[in-house]
């Protein structure tokens, strides 16, 4: 296998860029209302070629534990020096080299996908072809914050279904859940909806949760602690609704251990939580062998990340549609080209432009690098 074979002779340079991409329209969480994204690119070079990557971390610790500021200071300080040391190397020596950093996936993915990126261009091949993936096209969906008003979400989700989105996530949090459902449900009685709490709830929340039984949503996404999984497996015994969870698996072991308590039906990988594209992979494996099933999430993304994800979508694992929706949605002009649109059936085609990731960066939209080795 290419993947396994394919050398890169050393990365002669790294720059680390950040970007700030204002939201066209704030996204409010359960945790946080985010009115831009900034993010970290990452660019890796060899024999001329440049492989990017983006960290999915954004300023505050409120979704995970990572910021940009923890994946600037793991990167500077422990993964690229060790990145700038490997000679003719693949990249799962990269991973091995990396592999006594504990946690920091999200850093840790940013370059492994950027090496991935590299490996693909270096060998003319699309990503999806190096990573072993099938599908033309994959599926959108669409991930809808908070809202003021229940109505201005009802406009929102009409919008999306007059674009074809596949299917329609809303954010629920304590206090804003079943009213809402009641009333999104009354306005579209048929169409492929499910929720995300991210951890607003308490087992002790239950007769809350239970309520949502009655709206036949796809999946309640991670209603739980971000640290949870047994809590969610009392709480599915009591479900009818599958729950889906996002926060609580960072890794092989944590879907191990939710396969045997019966704690989720449905997992929403993403591939910075979980470590990078060859973990996503692993991750989806896993989880089919066992009869769970699995979708690709968001995390606001930038072009490169968002090609990442689309890319990983291509493997006849992902069943289920994914957070990936068109690029004009989050902003108004974007830092990779082409952008992300649908087809008049909500389909979203695999990104080629040239090989790897299938993007061209606009590197004048980057600015200075921040960073350089
Ligand atoms: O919980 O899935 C989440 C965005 C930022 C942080 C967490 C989440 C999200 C989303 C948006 O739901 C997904 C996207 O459209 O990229
Ligand atoms: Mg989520």
């Known amino acids: 296998m290419i993947i396994k074979n394919s050398k890169i002779k050393r990365i002669e340079k790294v720059n680390l860029y950040i970007v700030n991409l204002p939201l066209v329209k704030p996204f409010e969480t359960s945790f946080s209302v985010q009115t831009e994204r900034e993010a970290i690119i990452l660019e890796i ?81 699309h990503l999806y072809e190096l990573i072993g993936g099938r599908r033309k096209k ?10 003021k008003e229940t109505s201005e979400l009802i406009d ?36 492929k909806l499910m929720v995300d709490a991210n951890s607003d709830y308490k087992l002790s929340d239950i007769e809350i949760l239970k309520k949502l039984d009655e709206y036949n949503l796809m999946m309640i996404e991670q209603p739980l602690s971000y640290y949870d999984i047994y809590e969610h497996s009392l709480l599915q015994k009591e479900l009818k609704t599958p729950i889906c969870l996002d926060e609580s698996i960072k890794n092989l072991s944590n879907v191990k251990t939710a396969i045997a308590l019966n704690a989720c039906k449905i997992i929403n990988i993403k591939q910075g939580r979980v470590g990078g594209i060859l973990n996503a992979k692993a991750i989806a494996e896993e989880s089919f062998k066992n009869g769970i099933k699995v979708w690709s999430g968001g995390m606001l993304e930038t072009g490169i990340g968002r090609a990442f994800n689309i890319h990983l979508q291509t493997l006849d694992y992902f069943t289920l549609p994914g957070d990936t929706s068109e690029t004009s949605r989050y902003f108004k002009s974007d830092i990779a080209e082409p952008t992300v649109r649908l087809d008049s059936d909500g389909f979203i085609e695999i990104p080629s432009e040239g090989y790897g990731i299938g993007v061209n960066v606009l590197k004048e939209r980057l600015g200075e690098s921040v960073f350089s080795y």
């Open 45 to 125: 070079i060899s024999e001329g070629i440049s492989g990017w990557g983006e960290s999915v971390t954004s300023p505050d610790p409120f979704y995970s534990y990572e910021t940009n500021f923890t994946t600037m200071e793991i990167l500077k300080k422990y993964v690229i020096p060790v990145l700038k040391e490997l000679k003719d190397f693949t990249v799962y020596d990269f991973i091995n080299a990396v592999g006594r950093i504990r946690g920091y996936n999200m850093a840790k993915a940013a370059v492994e996908n950027a090496i991935l990126d590299l490996t693909a261009k270096l060998n003319s091949l």
């Open 156 to 191: 929102s989700i009409k919008k999306a279904l007059e674009k074809k989105y596949h299917r329609i996530k809303i954010k629920i949090k304590k206090g804003r859940d079943v009213d809402i459902v009641r009333e999104v449900r009354k306005n579209f009685p048929d169409i």
């Open 138 to 147: 994959i599926m959108s969906g669409i991930s809808i914050g908070l809202k």
